[in-house]
């Protein structure tokens, strides 16, 4: 199978079967005017994290990577109106576009916005009620960090989802991507081993190449 027909059968199914609204277009609009990368999630992925959101009766989320605010609005819509999403993300520019995003797909009120490197977040949110479910998708260097954020800032339950472990393969060849494969590598065998953790990961084809996501739940 080439690349191109995963790509056609993702837009098929993007079109039949998660049937984005509005608000998902407009970010992704926003993002491509505003010369931003084109790192989101895909649609359906997007999807799957809403749904999963609304299936763990999460009513606290927190995300580690915002950029425009594509996966941001998925999960907001996913919890219930008095639930809440802090989502950090380093620059500026981003988490001013992913506002924008956010109050104009009508989720604003459930979504706060933390500019600044997560790892100075992170600790900022200790104390506070803890976070039913967990999305990573920011520098893969720091994965490993980030997954012992999730479980300090997390509960017996707490639901934690990372994007990008597969890495068109370069986890098995980490010389390919001295950078991110070895954080990424780092992170997985963590989620792996760490008694606290039941975990999966499941690999994918289509728009964003061949990468994937893996999925824990904290014992
Ligand atoms: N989750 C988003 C979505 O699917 O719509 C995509 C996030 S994008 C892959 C990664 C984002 O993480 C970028 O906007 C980047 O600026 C941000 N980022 C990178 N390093 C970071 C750090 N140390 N702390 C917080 N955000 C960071």
Redesign the pocket.
Known sequence: VTEPGWVDVEHYLTDVVVRPDPAHKRALTSAVEADMPA???APNAGKLLRMLVQMSGARRVL?????????SIWMAQGLPDDGRIVT????QK?ADVARANVDAAGVGHKVDIRVG???DTLPTLVGQESFDFVFI???KE?DSNYLDWAIRLGHPGTVIVVDNVIWDGAILEPERDEVNAPGIVAMLEKMGQDPRLDATAIQTVGSKGWDGFAIARVR
């Open positions: 790192i989101e999630v995300e580690v990577g915002t950029l425009a605010g594509f996966s950090c993300e380093f620059l981003h490197a997560a790892l998708d920011a520098d720091n």
